[in-house]
């Protein structure tokens, strides 16, 4: 019985830039530089390889991408275009496994243990999916194999762009454990800064950390981190299919101090709701129903919603229907002697994907620029983290949870700021 799993990691090479090449052939050989809405401070989005000659890359301001390469094209981005060809990727992806996962807007896992062999194995069956998407395509595609998704993504990163590389058990004391250990999947800047003190540099350093030290430093991701150091990963791909799709979307916070703070407490809900909405956007999502919950000091809850004429998972849409509800039941004396406790917002509702699309399609041209900066937005943060992009409203305040803030006004690139670190309870 076979019981080693064959995953695959499938990356496109400078995936924004390459569609915009593809629609423009005239772009074909120059720095190309894909940005958000260009009103607005912005950041690079994605460079295509001509462009990182010049030292830009993702997150660059576009006034140095500017300096760095005078001569490079800048291309506001259009996320339609590159959803599209997303979705038509993973197509041809589901031509080599049933299993296949979409992992990011340009990044899919496949498990082809089951099928590798109809491909000629699976290095053949990486070269055939590649051949594939470029003739299909016109793009290119970097492809990661091993025996799990640790491993395939690691190895899909050597060779870019372009690339085909396989990693299996074999390779893991020797070319794994080589590798710095920021190429380890999941591994951010400051988990890397901490761990320096620990002299670690490669990912052969951090397998010979104790597992209890990793605990102790980093809680229970510590063990993973323990775990995919030694190339062990055991989580499975999951086909989207197999993901029943939510009710509703929501999140609910309690508060470090109770409070009637109205100002406190509408940014509270704006945290909340960028929460919502990232988390409905990640989903393909969108609802016509915002509830709030509001709980006061003594427990007593209330629960009150509105029903909206669309679809909606932006943040400040869901963020205005919940304030239209908080101001609603504070007029009619709600909470306004009475201590707030925890506050929650949650999107029901929920259209299937393309059924709630009417926004997308009839609004003009500000929301187009909207929805380019909301997915590069949705992208930085999916690559960086949570942290590095916040409103501006929640920059600074005690009571704007980190981990719940969002930045909307501008894609600006505000790496390591945001709002300060919460202490105390644990929602
Ligand atoms: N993206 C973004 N903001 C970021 C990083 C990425 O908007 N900070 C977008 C643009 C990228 C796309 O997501 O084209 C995919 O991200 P990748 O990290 O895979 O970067 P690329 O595909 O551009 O480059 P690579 O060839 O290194 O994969
Ligand atoms: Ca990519």
Redesign the pocket.
């Known amino acids: 019985m076979q019981t080693e799993r064959i995953i695959l990691h499938v ?7 390459s569609v915009e090449e593809l629609c423009d052939p005239s772009l074909r050989g120059k720095p190309v530089m ?1 940005t958000g809405n260009r009103d607005t401070r912005t950041v690079v ?3 295509n390889y001509e462009a990182r000659k010049y030292g830009v890359k ?2 660059t301001p576009l006034g140095i991408a500017k300096v760095c390469c005078p001569r490079g094209v800048f291309i506001e981005g259009d996320p339609e275009k590159y959803v599209y060809a997303s979705l038509r990727m993973n197509d041809v992806c589901r031509e080599f496994s049933p299993v296949v996962e979409r992992y ?4 899919s896992f496949l498990d082809i243990t089951g099928t590798a062999k109809f491909f000629g194995g699976p290095l053949e069956t990486g070269r055939r999916l590649k051949q594939r998407i470029r003739d299909e395509f016109g793009l290119t595609v ?1 492809v990661g194999i091993g025996p799990n998704k640790i491993l395939a993504k690691t190895a899909s990163k050597l060779e ?2 372009d690339g085909l590389t396989m990693l299996s058990e074999a390779d893991i004391p020797t070319r794994f454990h080589a590798l710095p250990v920021d190429k380890l999947f999941g591994i951010g800047d400051r988990t890397v800064e901490k761990l320096r003190v620990l002299g670690v540099e490669t990912i052969g350093d951090l397998a010979a950390v104790p597992p209890e030290v990793l605990e102790k430093m980093f809680g229970v991701v510590g063990l993973l981190i323990h775990e995919a150091a030694n190339g062990r990963d055991a989580s499975p791909v999951v086909p989207e299919a197999e993901t029943p799709p939510p009710k509703s979307v929501g999140n609910s916070y309690t508060l470090l101090r109770d409070s009637n703070d109205a100002d406190h407490l509408l940014r509270v809900l704006l945290g909340l709701s960028a929460k919502v909405g990232r988390r409905l956007r990640e989903g393909g999502h969108r609802g016509r129903t915002v509830t709030v919950t509001i709980r006061f000091y003594d427990f007593t809850t209330i629960t009150r919603s509105k029903t909206l004429s669309g679809h909606i998972d932006r943040d400040q849409q869901i963020y205005e229907a919940a304030r239209d509800i908080f101001i609603r039941e504070r007029g009619r004396g709600a909470g306004r002697r009475v201590p707030v406790r925890l506050l929650g917002v949650s999107v029901s509702g929920l259209a299937v994907e393309g059924a709630g699309s009417q926004l997308w399609l009839l609004d003009g041209r500000y929301w187009r620029k909207y929805d380019g900066m909301v997915a ?1 937005a949705d ?2 943060r999916n ?2 983290g949570e942290r590095v992009l916040t409103w501006a409203r929640l920059i600074g305040r005690d009571e704007a949870p980190q981990e719940l803030s969002h930045k909307i006004s501008g894609l600006s690139w505000e790496r390591g700021t945001g709002a300060r670190k919460r202490e105390g309870r644990k929602r």
Do not use: L
Not at 104 to 107: G, K, L, N, P, V
């Open positions: 990356d496109m090479d400078a995936f924004f830039a894909v989005a994605a460079a993702a997150g990011s807007i340009d990044e970097s870019k762009p590069a992208c930085i690559r960086y």
